[in-house]
């Protein structure tokens, strides 16, 4: 027969939660006493610091310089009138500056051109001059330019030097604005007293004296060539009186 095994439950004794600690009315009192004394403490430090922070506040704003006031508008009819006045003044004044400045600009670059225009002109006639064929010369040319260069222009449009006479554009022979080199032997033949007596050896030309022409340039010989007062004045004054002395009757 089989045994019969009895099991037991163990017994957990029952344990009462523990009771909060009472305080009498005395140990009441001396905890409040307590929490009062150190709240007051962390009190007091706080307002200290709060104090101490809104001082140096106070002494850092002491030490920035404020922002200049803006200018004082005028509201009044009176004021708006003047201060227009016045911006209509300054502006008078710069605009005088500003066109006095451009007045001397414009006067210098006028000035340069000029000058420029001067020098090609100089070496134009210069060059024309000095280029007349088979060796004529001047004896002044220096003379020559102050008599003629009043009439010489540059002309734009054909981008040349030209001569003109009372306005008017002299033309050669194929009707085309006379070339300066042209002009100057044309010059020289009208006046022979300003070209000198010797030519260049190998044009056919001798020594002054010599009757004939040369390129249409008359070689004064006499003082029969010689056929007005004016020339008889401009030939004494280039070649000098003696010169003039030994010059045969015809």
Known sequence: MAETVVTSTPIVPVVDPPKPPEFTAEQQ????????????KVTAKHEQEMKLMSEQFEALKKTVTPPPAPPKVGNTDEDNIRQMKEFLA????????????????????????????????DQAIHEAAT????????????TVKKL???D??????????????????????SLMPMSLVDYFAAYAASHPYLVKGTVKSGTGAAESGVVGHFQGVLQIRSKA??????DK???????????WAKLPSR
């Open 131 to 142: 280029s007349i064929p088979n060796g004529v010369e001047f004896h002044e040319l220096k």
């Open 233 to 243: 004045v401009a030939y004494i004054t280039k070649f000098g009186y003696d010169a």
């Open 90 to 121: 300054q502006e008078k004044e710069n605009n005088k500056t500003i066109q006095t400045q451009l007045t001397a600009e414009k006067a210098e670059k006028a000035r340069v051109l000029e000058e420029n225009k001067r020098i090609l002109k």
């Open 148 to 150: 003629v260069e009043d």
């Open 152 to 173: 010489i222009h540059f002309d734009a449009e054909t981008s040349q030097w030209v001569v003109k006479e009372n306005g008017v554009t002299k033309m050669n022979s």
């Open 225 to 230: 060539d010689v056929k007005s007062t004016a």
């Open 29 to 40: 009192e001396h905890i409040n006493n307590l929490f009062n004394q150190r709240f007051g």
